[in-house]
T-cell receptor, first 111, second 116 residues
Framework: RKEVEQDPGPFNVPEGATVAFNCTYSNSASQSFFWYRQDCRKEPKLLMSVYSSGNEDGRFTAQLNRASQYISLLIRDSKLSDSATYLCVVTTTGTASKLTFGTGTRLQVTL | GAVVSQHPSWVICKSGTSVKIECRSLDFQATTMFWYRQFPKQSLMLMATSNEGSKATYEQGVEKDKFLINHASLTLSTLTVTSAHPEDSSFYIC????????????FGPGTRLTVT
């Protein structure tokens, strides 16, 4: 079983739509959780951290359910510029924390 | 900000040759740098963790004699792919972690290696 699992998609949605991505992780000791965005042939960029209480950044909302080991990302009012691959990332404990990446979910927003 | 550069951005080399990739933190000191590899339509896979002044820690399945990592200063780490083969063709990405923050990593723009 992969440490971090995501539906690879692609998710094809029209502009203005709301879309949600899910991610599950296998290591119950995972400490920190993130969503990264990666454009084609580019490096990943941090989109937002994910907290148990849920957090929102503009059109983006992230949720963490530790009991179910489940993370979600909701994008409202999708823009063409949101088209990218969204990577679910978790870290293990300790100061030498390593990022473990999911395979990513591809989003394509169309006119 | 926290800027990480990589050089070269892309490279084509012949099978059997060695290629060196540089990763630099431009505006901060990085005690730890990470090297990742990403094959098409796959996730980033950590290859090794590099700490300044000490030997790199390689992930399982990554040959340390083939992928030589040197982290000689707080702003520079290098990855040398020795005796490259076509199956080493991939997108190599480095990241750097600031000394004061335990988890946040800043990624370089990546190096696309093609071995012919």
């Amino acid at each position: 079983r992969k440490e971090v699992e995501q539906d690879p998609g692609p998710f094809n949605v029209p502009e203005g739509a709301t879309v949600a991505f899910n991610c599950t992780y296998s290591n119950s000791a995972s400490q920190s959780f993130f969503w990264y965005r990666q454009d084609c042939r580019k490096e990943p960029k941090l989109l937002m951290s994910v907290y148990s209480s849920g957090n929102e950044d503009g059109r983006f909302t992230a949720q963490l359910n530790r009991a179910s080991q489940y993370i979600s990302l909701l994008i409202r009012d999708s823009k063409l510029s949101d088209s990218a691959t969204y990577l679910c990332v978790v870290t293990t404990t300790g100061t030498a924390s390593k990022l473990t990446f999911g395979t990513g979910t591809r989003l394509q927003v169309t006119l | 900000g926290a800027v990480v550069s990589q050089h070269p951005s892309w490279v084509i080399c012949k099978s059997g040759t060695s290629v060196k990739i540089e990763c630099r933190s431009l505006d901060f000191q990085a005690t730890t740098m990470f090297w990742y590899r990403q094959f098409p339509k796959q996730s980033l896979m950590l290859m090794a963790t590099s700490n300044e002044g000490s030997k790199a820690t390689y992930e399982q399945g990554v040959e340390k004699d083939k992928f030589l990592i040197n982290h000689a200063s707080l702003t520079l780490s290098t990855l040398t792919v020795t005796s490259a083969h076509p199956e080493d063709s991939s997108f190599y990405i480095c990241s750097a972690r600031k000394a004061s923050v335990s988890y946040e990593q800043y990624f370089g723009p990546g190096t696309r290696l093609t071995v012919t």
